[in-house]
């Protein structure tokens, strides 16, 4: 069969590493990709938000499978798109329609839908540019740290964590006023908790759920988790305080939940949900959803599913997730990231990688790559995730912090404490 798999990033690149590798598959096509994606694929340089060209591909090349990688096209509504459209509607999609890609769009409604089907989460009030008094009265009624998180997509960017409380004060009102642009037109002041975060997945076709290998990100630039948000630094599956007691707690209190508020809103959800966790003295509480893989975690969950990714697909499709099984591999995998100098702030592109065919016993997915001439270069602030196999995360680490040393382009950064908090 014919695919096409929308995306440039990391997550794009496991994905159509896994795809790859199914009897199913006719021909992978990904659009736009990424330097590590043409490995597995064709590249095809259409922006991943320019649905009436996607038509004129999709029906051109007679794809049988659409999966959506990253988050803004499924905001932007491309299911309902393909939905409305005659010649597209029997097309399946992997991902979810607007009304359900809004659990990521918006915090604020993230938040309500926990608060209204009883799924733990910290507790929260919604703020504007007209209501700014009041949210310095509710962060004057809060312990530091301060959690302040932009109601829209940020790039990963838009949740600011704080000590101090005017200079709190003051960032709430910088985000009210435009430093995420629309996506801090309204922001959620939340208490923090104290725990050890951690993301669980699930893949589902609307009905039935399968859970697939949760893993942990790091977040934060600086070691030790200090310095800005990233759009991530690094993963690792599995996590060790994840046991099967832990997960029975997040599947009936949280998944279930979630998977049955979903219904009784009337929003058919085909496609995966992302579970950001955090664990307090044992107890599962959500600090957000994402409709999609996460990056770099895909990069640790996707070695880890031993099944047929394709064939997990097409159950999805046809509605039939609870004949399909997911099997995972027993071994570790890790990964690590290497940035571009300067970010999350400014870096430059176009950054000549060298070394890439020395890599050993690691898989490499390409990040923010583009080919120019007989080079591989930076094409982003994340550039390439290193992920390697082993019997423990750790021994998975050294693997891939060996051939992070090995790869060389200008500026490179990379965190070489990833697992640190689970030794």
């Not at 709190?168 to 939340?190: H, Q, R, Y």
């Not at 995972?328 to 870096?347: K, R």
């Not at 082993?390 to 965190?415: M, Q």
């Amino acid at each position: 069969m014919n695919v096409l798999l929308i995306g440039s990033g990391g997550r794009e690149n496991a994905i159509a590493w896994k795809i790859a590798k199914s009897p199913r598959l006719s021909k992978l096509f990904i659009t736009p990709g990424n330097a590590g994606t043409a490995g597995f694929g064709e590249n095809v340089n259409i922006n991943t938000n320019d649905f009436s060209t996607i038509k004129s591909f999709v029906l051109e090349k007679q794809i049988e499978l659409v999966i959506v990688g990253p988050e803004q096209p499924l905001v932007d509504g491309i299911h309902d798109y393909f939905l409305a459209d005659d010649k597209l509607n029997g097309i399946p999609l992997i991902g979810p329609v607007k009304a359900g890609a809004i659990l990521e769009g918006s915090k604020d409604f993230a938040k309500f839908f926990m608060q209204k089907y009883n799924i733990p989460t910290a507790k929260y009030k919604t703020f504007t540019k007209d209501t700014l008094t009041e949210g310095y009265r509710f962060l004057e009624q809060l312990k530091p740290p301060y959690v302040l998180k932009a109601d829209g997509l940020a790039s990963g960017k838009g949740v600011i964590i704080l000590d101090d409380l005017n200079k709190t004060k003051e960032t709430l009102e910088e985000m009210l006023n435009g430093k995420f642009g629309k996506a801090s037109n309204k922001v959620v002041i939340e208490e923090f908790l104290e725990g050890l975060e951690l993301s669980v997945f699930i893949i589902t076709d609307g009905k039935n759920y399968k859970i697939l290998p949760e893993a942990k990100d790091y977040k934060r630039i600086g070691e030790g988790d200090t310095g800005l948000n990233t759009g991530g630094m690094g993963a690792v599956s599995p996590v060790p305080f994840a046991n099967n007691v832990f997960m029975e707690k997040v599947e009936k209190r949280i998944i279930i939940p979630t998977i049955e508020g979903l219904k009784k809103e009337n929003i058919h959800y085909k496609g995966f949900i992302f579970f950001g966790l955090i664990c307090v003295n044992g107890e599962p509480y959500v600090i957000e959803y994402n409709v999609r893989l996460g990056d770099p975690e895909t990069e640790v969950v996707i070695p880890r599913i031993k099944s047929d990714f394709l064939d997990l697909m097409m159950h999805v499709a046809n509605e039939t997730l609870d004949k399909a099984s997911v099997e995972t591999d027993p071994n570790a995998a890790s990964t690590i990231m290497l940035v571009s100098g300067g970010y999350p702030g400014n870096y430059e592109n176009g950054k000549i990688i060298k070394n890439l065919n020395l890599v050993n016993n690691s898989l490499l997915f390409h990040a923010g790559t583009r080919i120019d001439g007989n080079s591989v270069v930076s094409n982003g602030g994340r550039v390439l995730a290193i992920t390697s196999y082993g019997e423990t995360i750790f021994e998975a680490l050294n693997k891939s912090r060996e051939n992070a040393d090995i790869i060389d382009f200008e500026g490179k950064y990379y965190r070489k404490d990833i697992g640190f908090d689970l030794k």
